[in-house]
Protein backbone atom coordinates (compact mmCIF):
# COMPACT_ATOMS: atom_id res chain seq x y z
CA UNK A 1 0.00 0.00 0.00
CA UNK A 2 1.17 3.57 -0.75
CA UNK A 3 1.75 5.79 2.02
CA UNK A 4 0.39 8.43 1.60
CA UNK A 5 -3.21 8.83 0.28
CA UNK A 6 -4.83 5.76 -1.34
CA UNK A 7 -5.27 6.20 -5.12
CA UNK A 8 -5.55 4.30 -8.50
CA UNK A 9 -3.17 5.43 -11.50
CA UNK A 10 -5.18 6.29 -14.30
CA UNK A 11 -2.55 5.97 -16.94
CA UNK A 12 -2.12 1.86 -16.41
CA UNK A 13 -6.00 1.46 -15.02
CA UNK A 14 -6.92 -0.12 -18.53
CA UNK A 15 -4.02 -2.07 -18.24
CA UNK A 16 -4.64 -3.64 -14.49
CA UNK A 17 -8.41 -3.34 -14.70
CA UNK A 18 -12.07 -4.89 -16.30
CA UNK A 19 -13.64 -2.45 -17.85
CA UNK A 20 -17.08 -3.99 -16.19
CA UNK A 21 -15.09 -3.80 -12.48
CA UNK A 22 -14.37 -0.09 -13.85
CA UNK A 23 -18.11 0.80 -14.64
CA UNK A 24 -19.11 -0.85 -11.24
CA UNK A 25 -16.70 1.24 -9.26
CA UNK A 26 -17.76 4.82 -10.96
CA UNK A 27 -21.18 4.17 -10.15
CA UNK A 28 -20.56 3.32 -6.74
CA UNK A 29 -16.85 3.74 -5.72
CA UNK A 30 -17.36 3.98 -1.89
CA UNK A 31 -18.87 0.07 -2.28
CA UNK A 32 -15.59 -1.40 -3.77
CA UNK A 33 -13.19 0.73 -1.59
CA UNK A 34 -14.77 2.27 1.78
CA UNK A 35 -13.01 5.12 2.64
CA UNK A 36 -12.00 6.78 -0.69
CA UNK A 37 -12.45 10.20 -1.24
CA UNK A 38 -13.74 9.58 -4.93
CA UNK A 39 -16.78 11.42 -5.53
CA UNK A 40 -20.31 9.82 -6.77
CA UNK A 41 -20.16 11.71 -10.04
CA UNK A 42 -23.10 9.02 -11.20
CA UNK A 43 -24.86 9.17 -7.56
CA UNK A 44 -27.44 6.30 -8.15
CA UNK A 45 -26.68 5.65 -11.51
CA UNK A 46 -27.93 9.27 -12.93
CA UNK A 47 -25.78 11.94 -15.07
CA UNK A 48 -25.48 15.50 -14.65
CA UNK A 49 -25.31 15.77 -18.38
CA UNK A 50 -28.46 14.24 -19.68
CA UNK A 51 -27.65 15.58 -23.00
CA UNK A 52 -24.01 14.14 -23.65
CA UNK A 53 -23.83 10.79 -25.59
CA UNK A 54 -27.42 8.61 -24.79
CA UNK A 55 -27.90 10.62 -21.45
CA UNK A 56 -26.70 7.02 -19.84
CA UNK A 57 -24.40 6.60 -17.25
CA UNK A 58 -22.96 3.58 -18.36
CA UNK A 59 -22.14 4.63 -21.77
CA UNK A 60 -20.58 7.90 -20.13
CA UNK A 61 -18.60 6.03 -17.71
CA UNK A 62 -17.14 3.57 -20.86
CA UNK A 63 -16.61 6.97 -22.95
CA UNK A 64 -14.14 7.59 -19.98
CA UNK A 65 -13.03 4.47 -20.16
CA UNK A 66 -11.94 4.56 -23.65
CA UNK A 67 -10.22 7.73 -22.97
CA UNK A 68 -7.80 6.45 -20.12
CA UNK A 69 -7.18 3.78 -22.59
CA UNK A 70 -4.49 5.82 -24.44
CA UNK A 71 -2.89 5.83 -20.97
CA UNK A 72 0.14 8.29 -21.48
CA UNK A 73 -0.15 9.39 -24.61
CA UNK A 74 -4.03 10.75 -24.29
CA UNK A 75 -4.18 14.45 -23.89
CA UNK A 76 -5.29 16.81 -21.19
CA UNK A 77 -9.31 17.04 -21.30
CA UNK A 78 -10.48 20.54 -22.46
CA UNK A 79 -10.19 22.74 -19.43
CA UNK A 80 -7.29 21.46 -17.14
CA UNK A 81 -3.44 21.99 -17.78
CA UNK A 82 -2.59 25.13 -20.10
CA UNK A 83 -2.93 25.13 -23.91
CA UNK A 84 -0.62 28.01 -25.44
CA UNK A 85 -2.16 29.49 -28.71
CA UNK A 86 -4.99 27.17 -29.58
CA UNK A 87 -6.42 27.38 -33.09
CA UNK A 88 -10.08 27.04 -33.23
CA UNK A 89 -11.62 27.28 -36.72
CA UNK A 90 -14.92 29.05 -36.32
CA UNK A 91 -16.62 29.83 -39.72
CA UNK A 92 -13.95 28.51 -42.14
CA UNK A 93 -11.11 26.00 -42.11
CA UNK A 94 -7.69 26.73 -40.62
CA UNK A 95 -4.70 25.32 -42.64
CA UNK A 96 -1.48 25.01 -40.23
CA UNK A 97 1.85 24.48 -42.02
CA UNK A 98 4.59 22.96 -39.71
CA UNK A 99 6.31 20.13 -37.65
CA UNK A 100 2.82 17.94 -36.98
CA UNK A 101 3.78 14.81 -35.09
CA UNK A 102 3.17 11.84 -37.45
CA UNK A 103 2.83 13.62 -40.37
CA UNK A 104 6.17 14.99 -41.10
CA UNK A 105 8.42 17.78 -41.29
CA UNK A 106 6.43 19.33 -44.01
CA UNK A 107 2.82 18.19 -42.50
CA UNK A 108 -0.33 21.06 -43.72
CA UNK A 109 -2.90 20.27 -40.83
CA UNK A 110 -6.33 21.93 -41.75
CA UNK A 111 -8.74 22.19 -38.98
CA UNK A 112 -12.58 22.42 -40.04
CA UNK A 113 -15.83 24.40 -38.50
CA UNK A 114 -17.09 20.80 -38.13
CA UNK A 115 -14.74 19.68 -35.69
CA UNK A 116 -12.51 17.33 -37.59
CA UNK A 117 -9.14 18.00 -38.77
CA UNK A 118 -6.51 16.41 -40.50
CA UNK A 119 -3.03 16.40 -41.55
CA UNK A 120 -1.69 15.70 -45.14
CA UNK A 121 2.01 14.81 -45.43
CA UNK A 122 3.45 16.88 -48.29
CA UNK A 123 6.55 15.40 -48.75
CA UNK A 124 5.02 11.33 -48.64
CA UNK A 125 1.74 12.69 -50.44
CA UNK A 126 -0.37 10.67 -48.31
CA UNK A 127 -3.23 11.31 -45.58
CA UNK A 128 -1.22 11.40 -42.45
CA UNK A 129 -4.05 11.74 -39.58
CA UNK A 130 -7.52 11.92 -38.85
CA UNK A 131 -8.64 13.38 -35.60
CA UNK A 132 -12.08 14.95 -33.87
CA UNK A 133 -12.29 17.91 -31.69
CA UNK A 134 -10.39 20.49 -30.76
CA UNK A 135 -7.82 21.53 -33.73
CA UNK A 136 -4.39 22.13 -32.36
CA UNK A 137 -1.92 24.02 -29.90
CA UNK A 138 0.87 26.48 -32.17
CA UNK A 139 2.05 27.76 -28.87
CA UNK A 140 5.33 25.24 -29.48
CA UNK A 141 5.92 26.58 -32.96
CA UNK A 142 4.71 30.66 -32.75
CA UNK A 143 7.15 30.80 -29.07
CA UNK A 144 10.87 30.86 -28.00
CA UNK A 145 12.49 28.67 -30.92
CA UNK A 146 9.21 27.17 -32.05
CA UNK A 147 11.71 23.63 -32.54
CA UNK A 148 9.58 20.31 -32.32
CA UNK A 149 6.36 18.24 -33.56
CA UNK A 150 3.30 19.41 -31.94
CA UNK A 151 0.83 16.69 -31.97
CA UNK A 152 -2.68 16.95 -32.35
CA UNK A 153 -4.88 18.76 -29.73
CA UNK A 154 -8.06 16.67 -30.20
CA UNK A 155 -8.82 13.17 -29.69
CA UNK A 156 -9.50 9.67 -31.96
CA UNK A 157 -6.20 9.98 -33.68
CA UNK A 158 -5.88 7.93 -36.32
CA UNK A 159 -2.66 7.52 -38.37
CA UNK A 160 -1.98 6.61 -41.30
CA UNK A 161 0.53 4.61 -43.26
CA UNK A 162 3.86 6.28 -43.20
CA UNK A 163 5.57 5.72 -46.58
CA UNK A 164 4.13 7.21 -50.24
CA UNK A 165 0.71 7.40 -50.92
CA UNK A 166 0.71 7.21 -54.32
CA UNK A 167 2.73 4.96 -57.41
CA UNK A 168 2.78 3.53 -60.33
CA UNK A 169 2.19 -0.05 -61.02
CA UNK A 170 2.81 -2.69 -63.33
CA UNK A 171 -0.41 -4.28 -62.30
CA UNK A 172 -3.60 -4.05 -59.71
CA UNK A 173 -2.13 -7.11 -57.64
CA UNK A 174 1.74 -5.83 -57.91
CA UNK A 175 3.23 -4.97 -54.09
CA UNK A 176 3.73 -1.74 -53.13
CA UNK A 177 7.23 -0.17 -53.69
CA UNK A 178 9.30 0.87 -51.45
CA UNK A 179 10.77 4.39 -51.47
CA UNK A 180 9.80 7.75 -51.17
CA UNK A 181 7.11 9.78 -53.34
CA UNK A 182 9.30 12.00 -54.69
CA UNK A 183 11.60 8.41 -55.69
CA UNK A 184 8.68 7.07 -57.14
CA UNK A 185 8.48 10.49 -59.59
CA UNK A 186 5.69 12.14 -57.77
CA UNK A 187 5.69 15.74 -56.97
CA UNK A 188 3.90 17.76 -54.75
CA UNK A 189 2.34 20.48 -56.23
CA UNK A 190 0.63 22.56 -53.62
CA UNK A 191 -2.81 23.41 -52.83
CA UNK A 192 -5.84 25.82 -53.55
CA UNK A 193 -9.26 26.58 -52.05
CA UNK A 194 -12.35 26.14 -52.87
CA UNK A 195 -15.39 28.88 -52.48
CA UNK A 196 -15.40 27.85 -48.66
CA UNK A 197 -11.83 27.95 -47.72
CA UNK A 198 -11.33 24.42 -48.01
CA UNK A 199 -7.69 23.19 -49.50
CA UNK A 200 -7.71 21.07 -52.26
CA UNK A 201 -4.16 18.96 -52.30
CA UNK A 202 -2.62 19.02 -55.80
CA UNK A 203 0.30 16.34 -57.15
CA UNK A 204 1.20 14.60 -60.20
CA UNK A 205 3.08 11.48 -61.31
CA UNK A 206 3.60 9.94 -64.66
CA UNK A 207 2.08 12.96 -66.45
CA UNK A 208 -1.39 12.69 -64.33
CA UNK A 209 -2.51 15.26 -62.19
CA UNK A 210 -4.56 14.59 -58.86
CA UNK A 211 -6.69 16.90 -56.71
CA UNK A 212 -7.57 15.54 -53.53
CA UNK A 213 -10.08 17.02 -51.81
CA UNK A 214 -11.52 16.60 -48.36
CA UNK A 215 -14.94 17.49 -47.21
CA UNK A 216 -15.99 17.14 -43.57
CA UNK A 217 -19.45 15.15 -42.67
CA UNK A 218 -21.10 17.47 -39.95
CA UNK A 219 -22.21 14.89 -36.68
CA UNK A 220 -22.68 16.61 -33.79
CA UNK A 221 -21.67 12.84 -32.20
CA UNK A 222 -19.02 11.79 -34.22
CA UNK A 223 -17.59 14.19 -37.01
CA UNK A 224 -16.04 12.20 -40.16
CA UNK A 225 -14.31 13.35 -43.77
CA UNK A 226 -15.49 12.33 -47.61
CA UNK A 227 -12.75 12.09 -49.35
CA UNK A 228 -12.12 12.68 -53.54
CA UNK A 229 -9.62 12.15 -55.98
CA UNK A 230 -9.70 12.92 -59.17
CA UNK A 231 -7.15 12.16 -61.61
CA UNK A 232 -5.98 14.18 -65.16
CA UNK A 233 -4.11 13.02 -68.08
CA UNK A 234 -3.30 9.68 -69.55
CA UNK A 235 -0.76 7.33 -69.90
CA UNK A 236 0.29 3.28 -70.37
CA UNK A 237 1.41 2.90 -66.68
CA UNK A 238 -1.15 2.39 -63.97
CA UNK A 239 -1.34 4.82 -60.98
CA UNK A 240 -2.35 3.67 -57.53
CA UNK A 241 -3.17 5.58 -54.47
CA UNK A 242 -3.17 4.06 -51.36
CA UNK A 243 -5.73 4.51 -49.13
CA UNK A 244 -5.10 2.66 -46.18
CA UNK A 245 -3.09 0.02 -44.96
CA UNK A 246 -5.18 -3.12 -42.58
CA UNK A 247 -5.54 -6.46 -42.65
CA UNK A 248 -9.17 -6.12 -41.28
CA UNK A 249 -11.02 -4.58 -44.78
CA UNK A 250 -14.85 -6.15 -45.42
CA UNK A 251 -16.59 -5.78 -48.75
CA UNK A 252 -19.95 -4.45 -48.68
CA UNK A 253 -23.11 -5.36 -51.35
CA UNK A 254 -22.77 -1.59 -52.69
CA UNK A 255 -19.48 -2.67 -53.49
CA UNK A 256 -18.02 0.09 -50.68
CA UNK A 257 -15.42 -1.59 -48.20
CA UNK A 258 -15.46 -0.88 -44.50
CA UNK A 259 -12.89 -1.17 -41.76
CA UNK A 260 -12.64 -1.47 -37.84
CA UNK A 261 -9.52 0.58 -37.68
Known sequence: ?????????????????????????????????????????????????????????????????????????????????????????????????????GAGARAIGVGYPERVNLAFDADQLRLALVWQGSFIDAGLHWTGRGVGFQKPLGENVLPFADASGIAVLADPDAAWPGGSARDLGARFRGYRFDATRRPEFLYSIDGRSIVDRFEPIADPRFPGLARTLSFEGTGPALVAVRLIVTDRLTREADGSFVTDQ
Open 1 to 101: RATGIQAISLTTMTRRLRDDWFIAYMLAPSSLRPGTRMPESWPGGATFFPKLLDGKATTQIHAVWKYLSDGDQAPLPAGIGSVGIELTPIAEPIVYRNFIE
